[in-house]
């Protein structure tokens, strides 16, 4: 099967034709289908929905990461975790929809670096157990998912999470199931080393992040 996006960079106009191999259909059957559709459509559009810069807090701080294997949850488009690759991770990125991860396959070709993908749905996926020196889950709010990412790193592994919190509902209509509530990551991650906290408000949104080191013991 085939499909064509029209994806700009840097203001030109490449024409990309994808094609989704029959050792896919397996993993795609595997994700939620209406999530997969709708996520699918988002995606489906010239350019990045949400820009193919990574955020600010990952930027800022990739440095302190420790180099390795890098996990990227709920890759999207691929804007974190082709950064990381930038950078010299390793990295591997999973989400519902292929046509993002065939997005952050062409980005990651738009910057000279490989990185591996998978369709699945995480709401029905388990981690792999003391496997990655670094994990980022970025505006994807999963909550039986934390657990699951403390134990899918390394002793010393960092994980990097950043997502809308309570504060988001003075800006915007959001479901609150969705939202971090007040200090949520530290009582999540209480067991962890902080090494970096924020919660973020400009009066246009508001959101926490933070970046945590799992015990060498």
Same mark, same amino acid.
């Given at each position: 099967?085939f499909?064509?996006? #029209?994806? &700009? ?5 490449? @024409?990309?034709f %994808?094609?989704?191999?029959?050792? =896919? ?7 939620? *289908?209406k999530?997969?559709?709708?996520w699918?459509?988002h +995606?489906?559009?010239?350019?990045? &929905?949400?820009?193919s810069? *990574?955020?600010?807090? &990952?930027? $800022?701080n990739?440095?302190?990461? *420790?180099?390795?294997r890098?996990?990227? &949850? ?12 930038t950078?010299?991770?390793?990295v591997l990125?999973l989400? @519902?929809? *292929?046509?993002? /991860? #065939? ?8 910057n !000279?670096?490989?990185i ?5 749905? /995480? ?8 496997? +990655?020196?670094?994990i980022?889950?970025t505006?994807y709010?999963?909550r ?15 994980? /990097?999470?950043?997502t809308?919190?309570?504060?988001? %509902?003075?800006?915007?209509? =959001?479901s609150?199931? +969705?939202? /971090? $509530? $007040? #200090? $949520?990551? %530290?009582?999540? =991650?209480?067991? =962890? ?6 919660? +973020?408000?400009?009066g246009k949104?508001?959101y ?5 080191? !799992?015990?060498?013991q």
């Amino acid at each position: 099967m085939f499909s064509c996006l #029209n994806v &700009l960079f840097g203001g030109s106009r490449k @024409i990309i034709f %994808l094609l989704i191999l029959a050792v =896919f259909i397996p993993t795609i059957a595997s994700a939620a *289908p209406k999530d997969q559709s709708r996520w699918d459509k988002h +995606y489906d559009i010239d350019g990045f &929905l949400f820009g193919s810069k *990574p955020i600010r807090f &990952l930027k $800022e701080n990739a440095n302190l990461l *420790p180099k390795g294997r890098a996990l990227d &949850l709920a890759m999207g488009e691929g804007r974190n975790g082709v950064y990381l690759a930038t950078q010299g991770f390793d990295v591997l990125g999973l989400d @519902i929809s *292929p046509v993002g /991860l #065939n997005k952050a396959h062409q980005l990651a070709e738009h910057n !000279k670096v490989k990185i591996e993908t998978r369709v699945v749905d /995480l709401e029905n996926y388990q981690l792999e157990k003391n496997a +990655y020196d670094v994990i980022i889950c970025t505006y994807y709010m999963q909550r039986d998912l934390f657990g699951q990412i403390m134990e899918s790193l390394k002793p010393g592994g960092m994980a /990097l999470v950043e997502t809308y919190n309570i504060e988001y %509902l003075r800006y915007a209509h =959001f479901s609150r199931k +969705y939202l /971090l $509530e $007040e #200090n $949520e990551l %530290l009582e999540i =991650f209480k067991d =962890f080393k902080v090494i970096r906290y924020q919660a +973020y408000d400009d009066g246009k949104e508001a959101y926490s992040s933070i970046i945590v080191q !799992k015990p060498w013991q």
